[in-house]
């Protein structure tokens, strides 16, 4: 088994030949951005946070270490991730898409290290 390459991106910038299979990981679509110039290969909303951590988030940096800890018990319970790994394994570069303004406090940063651990463990 190879492991994919797990890349993240705003949708908000343009795509590129280089992202390779594009997954929108945000539960909500994304403000003005349409579907068909998106180019979004799967949205994966169902694994997300839950729209209980991310209003409790608000996006305020204060609460971001709750928030990482919520999110990852979130994300070791979601029995969809097993079948996301299996699908994006023949994929030899994937790119989460997210729209969150802050970098360094958005939960693509979590489910992006999640995933790849859990490809080192298979």
């Not at 992202?19 to 180019?39: C, M, N, S, T």
């Amino acid at each position: 088994m190879k492991i994919p390459k797990i890349h993240i991106k705003r949708i908000y910038e343009p795509a590129e030949s280089t992202d390779g299979f594009r997954v929108l990981v945000d539960r909500l679509w994304p403000r003005g951005i349409k579907k068909e110039k998106a180019h979004v290969d799967e949205w994966a909303k169902d694994i997300a946070p839950s729209t209980e951590i991310r209003v409790a988030y608000g996006h305020i940096p204060e609460r971001w270490e709750k928030f990482k800890g919520q999110y990852l018990a979130e994300l070791k319970k979601n029995e969809d991730i097993p079948h996301y790994l299996d699908k994006w394994e023949e994929h030899p570069v994937i790119t989460l898409l997210y729209a969150a303004k802050d970098e360094k406090h958005a939960h693509v940063l979590v489910l992006q290290k999640y995933l790849q651990d859990c490809y080192k463990k298979r």
